[in-house]
Nanobody
Framework: VQLQASGGGLVQPGGPLRLSCAASGSTLDSYAIGWFRQAPGKEREGVVCITSSGITTYSTDSQDSVQGRFTISRDNAKNTVYLQMNSLKPEDTAVYYC?????????????????WGQGTQVTVSS
């Protein structure tokens, strides 16, 4: 499966943005999909993951900062997973990536995930 993240851009603090992760080459029925982000000079950190049945898991790395603002969803018919980001803050600035893990999310940490797509840049700035 190949993944392509899109939807990034420049947004003012407090604004919303929705990212998309589109899959090709295979359906996502057998995969959970995670969103990750990497800010300049920092390690890639998990954000949130969703199983094919819609169960979501937030990463312990970023849960305190994103839960309540970021929501993951998926449209299996479109083979696409979304990340709705609201009330964006400058510290959310990063390249955002999506990746797969078989069936269940488990711990949302980068080394467990595969099929990394090309990331999409999100910049939160006034």
């Amino acid at each position: 499966v190949q993944l392509q993240a899109s939807g990034g851009g420049l947004v003012q603090p407090g604004g919303p943005l929705r990212l998309s992760c589109a899959a090709s080459g295979s359906t996502l029925d057998s995969y959970a999909i995670g969103w990750f982000r990497q800010a300049p000079g920092k390690e890639r950190e998990g954000v949130v993951c969703i199983t094919s049945s819609g169960i979501t898991t937030y990463s312990t790395d970023s849960q305190d900062s994103v839960q309540g603002r970021f929501t993951i969803s998926r449209d299996n018919a479109k083979n696409t997973v979304y990340l709705q980001m609201n009330s964006l803050k400058p510290e959310d600035t990063a390249v955002y990536y999506c990746a797969t893990v078989p069936f269940f999310c488990g711990a949302v940490v980068a080394y467990r995930f595969n099929s990394w797509g090309q990331g999409t840049q999100v910049t939160v700035s006034s």
